[in-house]
């Protein structure tokens, strides 16, 4: 009887250990993706803050947010592009703002008139990035991995 693996067994073995390895990545991995867009979004947020006169001017000529009045579209943006970065690099409710996040990012994208290349790879960037830890949550270093069994087991007197 042969106990000597077989190359397919030993392939097999060095891809799950391989496997095992870049899992452990997932955690820093996700966070690196919220700081990073957390910090474009928020970054973009303080920039219109600075200058609200102006801000409210390019709602009103070049940025066509459908339905809204401009000055509405303007706050609105702003408040996003300066609340939903925070949640998201804390990880507190992760998904919903990096759906929001998202929204922000896709309706700047259809709102201009012209956009560069350049410019619409790295909001096609963005919304892959968003759409991520939308689909697979914050990650385990996040306030929703920490908060969730306290708040489960806060339920389970109820």
Do not use: C
């Amino acid at each position: 009887m042969n106990t000597t693996p077989s190359p397919v067994q030993k392939v097999l073995g060095l891809w799950r250990r391989f496997s095992t390895a870049l899992d452990l990545l997932q955690p820093a991995a996700a966070l690196a993706a919220r700081l990073y867009v957390g910090q474009v979004f928020f970054l973009s947020g303080l920039t219109k803050l600075r200058d609200w006169e102006t801000t409210v001017a390019l709602f009103t000529d070049e940025y066509k947010v459908p339905v809204l009045p401009p000055a509405v579209a303007a706050f609105m943006g702003t408040a996003g592009e300066l609340v939903l970065p925070v949640l998201l690099v804390l990880g507190l409710a992760g998904r919903f703002s990096a759906l929001g996040l998202f929204v922000v990012n896709a309706v700047a994208v259809i709102s201009l008139s012209e956009i560069a290349p350049a410019a619409l790879q790295q909001h096609i960037f963005w919304g892959a990035l968003l759409a991520g830890l939308a689909i697979y949550g914050p990650g385990a270093w996040s306030l929703d991995r920490w908060l969730a069994p306290r708040i489960m087991r806060g339920q389970s007197g109820i």
